[in-house]
């Protein structure tokens, strides 16, 4: 009887208890980790289905958080991409964002909203850590001098980053708008138009280079990697690109280890597996796929390495994550690389169809998802959802007020308490769109080239109007325009709506 009792009490206790706890759970705030990565396709990750490459650290994060099969950048490139998911703001609305030059300026506005500005409102320390291609600066960029406006300018507290791309000059490391290790003695000098005398490049002197280019990429040769774009000088602060992924990694581990005791939003931002794809000499001949396989495995040992540090701080599941890509998959990117040589079985972009660049799926669909130990319940979603969503998100989520631009809340849907997602979606490649809505898209007539014949991608360019169902054809494969002359009008009057009639661009 008295053992009963007590069982009862406790019952009763627990009871009340419960929801005292479950609230105070949900009232403390997460540190909000993005990882993102440069040209990661659909298929490239074992949880995504990928059979002859594994990637068990990113598979954690899919498998143990809401793993969304319909999950989307605003575009198939990165700057419009990385514009999106800062901004909240459609890129396309934006003119310059557009593939940067590394001298470009930087097209966030000082005044315009961001994600981690938000953020900051709802109390937490930001920083980014990796690429940052958003361009710098308001042109004409001394770059042995304090370059601004930047990173910090737009909500992060601190920024260690590079410039535009990996196969970009300069191929320098910019820490909090300095570059770093720069001898004042060797400045540093970097060109779009025309070469310094008396440097070698790419194209004139092919004996020097270690990498071969295939397309562009024949300018400044740097670690005899040949690039896009003139440099000059800075010698000491040159990146070595084979450290890069090591480099990164220990400036995530750093500012977690030195920020954990108040909440912070980092924003990791991995430079693999973009070309140059160098992984450093330790994942050499790991995938059997080449360099581009063996960066993806170097990017999934980075994550398992920076979750380890979570964990070792105490403050995983503290720590909600958010993995995606900037865009899809590509081979041949400008270098020969044996990434289409060594391809095997490997599908980049699954079942999908087209690749970076491109307005077929594989260019916006992408690996997302959400992970949150111990809060969020595992499951696969076929929500719609986009990148560009994170801001109202957030917002909602924290209760801070923001200036929506196209982003708006799914934040349930983040946190797999429903699947509504959004409605419906615009994405973008090179400046062309498509709209997305329940399970068919619909790709206007645009004019130009249907294939990009240096990346071998079908760009999903027609002069006629496009139609495809993608839960019944997720490959793309039957335009069903032709029979369904009504449907296509209605989408393409909603998809209007969105993008022709009039809206003023944040700027
Ligand atoms: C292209 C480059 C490509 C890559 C891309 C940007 C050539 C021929 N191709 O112009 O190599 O750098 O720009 O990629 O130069 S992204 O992922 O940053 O958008
Ligand atoms: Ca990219």
Known sequence: MKLKNAALCLIV????????????????????????????????????????????????????????????????????????????????????????????????????????????????????????????????????????????????????????????????????????????????????????????????????????????????????IPRIGYMKGGEAAKWKDTDMADHFLIKAQNYVKEHKNKPFFLYYALQQPHVPRTPHPRFEGKSGMGPRGDAILEADWCIGEFMKTLKKEGILENTLIVFSSDNGPVLDDGYHDDAVEKLGKHTPAGKLRGGKYSLFEAGTRVPFMVYWKGTIKPKVSDALVCQMDLLASFASMFGVKTDLGDSQNTINTFLGKDNKGRQNLVIEANSKTAFRTGDWIMIPPHNGKAMNEQTHTELGIDTEFQLYNLKKDISQKKNQAPSNPKLVQTLFEQYKKIVVDKYTPIK
Request: hydrophobic residues 35%.
């Open 13 to 224: 206790l627990g009871l009340i208890s419960f929801p005292l706890l479950a609230q105070k759970k949900n009232t403390k705030k997460p540190n909000i980790v993005i990882i993102y990565l440069d040209d990661l396709g659909y298929g490239d990750l074992s949880s995504y289905g990928a059979t002859e490459l594994k990637t068990p650290n990113i598979d954690v994060l899919a498998n143990g958080g809401i793993k969304f099969t319909n999950g989307y950048a605003t575009s198939a490139t990165c700057t419009p991409s990385r514009y999106g998911l800062l901004t909240g703001v459609y890129p396309w609305r934006n003119d310059d964002a557009k593939i940067l030059p590394g001298s470009a300026p930087l097209i966030i506005s000082e005044k315009q909203e961001t994600l981690p500005k938000m953020l900051k409102r709802a109390g937490y320390q930001t920083a980014v850590i990796g690429k940052w291609h958003l361009g710098l600066g308001v042109g004409e960029t001394d770059w042995n001098k304090q370059i601004k406006p930047g990173a910090n300018e737009v909500g992060f507290d601190e920024s260690y980053i590079l410039a535009a791309t990996q196969d970009r000059v300069p191929t320098v490391y910019i820490d909090n708008g300095r570059v770093d290790n720069l001898d004042p003695k060797d400045p540093i000098f970097v060109s779009y138009k025309k070469n310094f005398e008396g440097q070698p490049t790419g194209l004139d002197n092919p004996e020097l280079t270690t990498m071969k280019w295939s397309h562009g990429h024949n300018q400044s040769i740097v670690n005899g």
